[in-house]
């Protein structure tokens, strides 16, 4: 389903964030990539995402070599993919339904679609009674719900959740893992990069670890190893 | 979808400029700077177009005659004058009534009155006060007197002086005065405009750059270049339009308090009613500069944060 194929990614000033990494990705799956700060995950994931072009190398989705696709495919192709960060990065100027609406105008979904899956989506993941909210009045764990609730929304193929519990306390975290672990069991794909030795021992799934942008271990249920 | 689109872009546009209360103000102040600017332009263009139009209006020839001139010989004058094309108007002064406003003009000065007395007779000809058409007929209305049209019966010229040669030069320069000032102030007013406009722009593009993170997350969620820009575009059509009504307002309280400076300055030139009567057009061009402006600044902001 995504397959990186001999990717390289040299920054401008010369420091190699990813060296000839290939490795594929099937549907369904829950895969952790794990590193150090530096490693090069985070490329990874804007080098899927066409925010950044690699230096040698291709990047497909079902196919599709995604820098070679146009503007507006790029478009439908992130509408494909749900995206969770560690700075949540909400539109602060947007409430809570407005910023998951936001999402689906950007799809070109109907107001009644809209009307109808908001407050859905928000109950899956109990944040119904903050629906009127701004960002700024939300603490870290709900405000990383709300990201989740808009990264579902469009029931994406692939969600793409960088370090998200990065901010958060081990309530939060716990939660977070468990509806992520929820997405996946409802089929689908999940990709997820963290620091956290504890999530990674306690999901069991399927583990890639990075160093100085190679990948040096590939496990199919791994454990976390620094 | 297009329909639906736009109602979610305006209505977007009009939620941010609501909620960012305290950018939206400063936006539009500073917009508002610009349009008074462009109002001025249009002001002073008016007001020296109506003091040259004043000044042109109050050029004119008189032609005095020698005291000895018989009445029917320049009331023949004046009719030949009148056939002429160029001529506007003459009126005939006789030299009772010559007499009359020279003694009305000096009623203050004893001692002239008093020389006056003492002459016995009437030491002043009749006037013939000539208006052309246009100010560079002059000339030509001069030289037609000069030439021997004037002369009498007898071949002698009853035409004592025409004050068209003393006034010449003093007249041309004025004119001049007056068009440099134009051409002066008009450059001014677009430097000062163009300034401000960059300012607006500045503004404008600083309220984006806040916006740039939120701007590329909206791009990693497949919003189109369209749907991300449009409500920026919306927001700087409004800070156009806030600022064109409220400069709108503003400028009654300043043209009519200007209409009472200017009327003693600019003879029969009021401002405020200049204002009034051109208020749809005014209007016009400040709504417009505003729309354009706001629209324009958003568009050319945001292109740098739309490249993700």
């Known amino acids: 389903m995504i397959f990186f194929d001999r990717v390289s990614k040299v920054y401008p000033d010369e420091s190699i964030a990813l060296e000839d990494v290939t490795f594929s990705i099937e549907p369904k799956e829950f895969i952790s990539i794990v590193g150090p700060s530096g490693a090069g995950k985070t490329t990874l994931l804007k080098l899927f995402l066409a925010e950044e072009r690699p230096s040698a190398g291709q990047v497909f989705y079902q196919e599709a070599d995604v820098h070679t696709l146009g503007k507006k495919e790029i478009n439908e192709f992130r509408r ?12 602060s100027g947007k409430t809570v339904y407005e910023n998951i609406a936001f999402t689906m105008e950007a799809a070109g979904r ?7 899956d908001v407050p859905h989506v928000l109950e899956l993941v109990d944040l119904s009674s903050k629906i009127w909210n701004f960002p700024r009045e939300l603490s870290g764990g709900e405000k990383q719900r709300v990201a989740i ?3 579902l929304v469009n029931e994406p193929d692939v969600i793409i959740a960088d370090e998200p519990t990065g901010n958060l306390d081990p309530v939060n975290t716990y939660d977070v893992v468990q509806i992520l672990r929820k997405i996946n069991d409802l089929g689908t794909t999940v990709i997820l990069t963290t620091h956290n030795k504890g999530i990674i021992d306690s999901l069991g799934k399927r583990v890639v670890a990075l160093d100085r942008g190679k990948i040096i271990r590939d496990d199919k249920a791994g454990k976390y190893f620094s | 979808m297009f329909f639906t689109k736009l109602r979610r872009v305006v209505r977007t546009g009009f939620f941010n400029f609501w909620r960012n209360g305290t950018v939206s103000l400063a936006s539009v102040l500073v917009m508002m700077v610009t349009l008074v600017v462009i109002g001025m332009i249009s002001f002073s263009s008016a007001i020296l177009d109506t003091s040259l139009a004043e000044l042109k209006n109050k050029i004119d020839i008189n032609v005095t005659f020698v005291t000895t001139a018989p009445e029917e010989e320049i009331l023949r004058i004046k009719q030949t004058l009148e056939s002429l094309p160029e001529v506007f108007l003459v009126t005939y002064q006789t030299r009772e009534e010559a007499l009359a406003a020279f003694k009305d003009r000096h009623q203050n000065d004893p001692s002239i009155l008093a020389a006056l007395d003492e002459l016995g007779e009437n030491p002043l000809g009749a006037v013939l ?10 000339a030509s209305v001069a030289n037609f007197l000069e030439s021997d049209n004037t002369l009498s019966g007898s071949g002698v010229t009853i035409v004592d002086r025409i004050n068209y040669f003393q006034n010449k030069v003093a007249i041309d320069k004025l004119t001049s005065i007056i068009a440099a000032a134009d051409r002066l102030g008009f450059a001014l007013t677009m430097f000062l405009a163009i300034i401000s406009m960059l300012i607006a722009f500045n503004t404008i593009r600083l309220t984006i750059y806040i916006a740039k993170d939120e701007i590329s997350v909206m791009r990693l969620v497949g919003a189109s270049t369209t749907y991300i820009q449009g409500p920026f575009v919306v927001v700087g059509i409004i800070y156009g339009l806030f600022a064109g009504l409220l400069t709108l307002l503003l400028f009654l309280p300043i043209t009519y308090w200007l209409s009472k400076v200017t009327a003693n300055f600019f003879v029969g030139f009021n401002v405020f009613s200049y204002y009034l009567n051109h208020f749809l ?28």
């Open chain 1, 149 to 151: 609730a808009r990264a």
């Open chain 1, 80 to 91: 494909k993919v749900g995206m969770i960060f560690q700075d949540f990065r909400l539109l």
């Open chain 2, 281 to 308: 057009e005014i209007a016009f061009i400040i709504l417009v500069s505003g729309t354009l402006i706001g629209a324009l600044s958003s568009i050319l902001a945001i292109r740098k944060y739309l490249k993700v």
């Open chain 1, 110 to 116: 109907t107001d009644e679609e809209i009307e109808q």
């Open chain 2, 129 to 138: 006060n000539i208006k052309a058409r246009d100010p560079s007929q002059y």
